[in-house]
């Protein structure tokens, strides 16, 4: 009985230990996550404009955005954005997971220049470096010129701008790519023997073996960057300046949103619209997830 009460208080401590461990992160929780959480919630049901004390008014910032015409603006630019990259990205991620498994020498090396991109995609250096590539002088005119061709500039143009995000967004393939690598390295090899003692050419092999067995894969990696997608920012701040332009065209959800908290001081306007997204994010999740039962192979 001793050695079990003992075992008992030694148990007790041990939990109580690894409570006390725990306090930074429930702290962290609490007023870094849940608690921004729940604020956002309550003021987007107010009139807030960051200096005076918020003002309830019930559901006029929900019913505001029916007829908000730059909000549909900006939802239109966000969901051209989120359906052109996310294809081109994993399809390039996919591409080049397939280059590097046929076991290239100095795959650790390839690999993490692949990746590092994903890592950089994002950040304001990068934004700045893009904005100088695709300007009037930049490099991607003097590439251009050297085939007597003169181009515009690319993030000054309505038309184009758009696509130069685009293309940021397709270049930080190196996370997809990775996961994409993992998952072949798990296809069997018999698979392919077998395919190919009956006949099967490479691309049937893609189609039949290939594609099926990594389709959680490919579902894991949509899941991720559409919501990724939705969430982009940084580029369109630093390309236009913080403006959404040239035109509006790079003006995504995300950028609108900060725009009319931290520009145009309407708090409890911008509080609705994290909510909107939100709600617009969950709902392309959950569609995915209904629509992978047509198209993911789970091969037990």
Known sequence: MRRGSGGTLGG????????????????????ITAGPVVASFVLGFTDYNLIQPPVFNGLDNFTRMLGDAR????????LVYVVVSVPLQLAAALGLALLLDRGLRGLAFYRSAFYLPSLLGSSVAIAVLWKQIFGAGGLFNQFLALFGVEGPSWIADPDTALSTLIVLNVWTFGAPMVIFLAGLR????MYYEAAATDGAGKWTQFRKITIPLLSPIV??????????AFQSFTQAFVVSNGTGGPSDSTLFYTLYLYRRGFANFDMGYASALAWLLLVIIAGFTAVNFWAAKFWVVYDD
């Open 12 to 31: 007790r401590r041990d939990n109580k230990a690894a409570f006390v461990f725990l306090l930074p992160w429930f702290a962290g929780l609490l007023l």
């Open 71 to 78: 909000l549909h603006h900006a939802l239109g630019v966000t």
């Open 186 to 189: 798990q296809i069997p090899a």
């Open 219 to 228: 579902f894991f990696n949509l899941v991720l960057q559409v919501i990724h």
